[in-house]
Every structure is written in C-alpha cells, then in structure tokens.
C-alpha cells in the first residue's frame, strides 16, 4: 500500500491528484474512490495501479484508520 498527501480535488470533474510519497509522483484518482471526508493536503494510504495510459489510486483511507 502506498501513502502520500492529496494534492487537488475535482468534484465538478471527478477526479483528483495524491503526490506518492515514496517516489514524488502524481497519481490520478476519481471523486467516487472517497468513502471518508478527506482534505487537501490531507495523509493517506491507497494501491495503485497501471492503466493504459498512466496510473490510478483506488481504496483511499485516511492514514488515521490504520493506526
């Protein structure tokens, strides 16, 4: 499982970016992965995965819920 911050979120597009802490990139995620309130800048741990093209952040949780 990886961790990094929320960088951007975009109800009105359905989409949003997390900065990957271990390696600095930007990864996409849609609005619909969020299933607890989370905030810009907010910690968080999440799977990526490869899509064609680029990769996606699925099964966002708030760092909190794992400690």
Do not use: H, Q
Not at 8 to 18: A, L, R
Not at 24 to 36: A, P, Q, Y
């Amino acid at each position: 499982m990886a961790v990094g911050f929320i960088k951007e979120i975009s109800s009105t597009k359905g989409y949003g970016f997390i900065t990957d802490e271990s390696t600095g990139m930007l990864v996409r995620f849609n609005v619909s992965e969020i299933t607890e309130d989370l905030d810009i800048e907010e910690k968080i741990c999440f799977i990526v995965i490869d899509l064609d093209p680029g990769k996606m952040a699925i099964n966002l949780k708030n760092v909190r819920s794992y400690i």
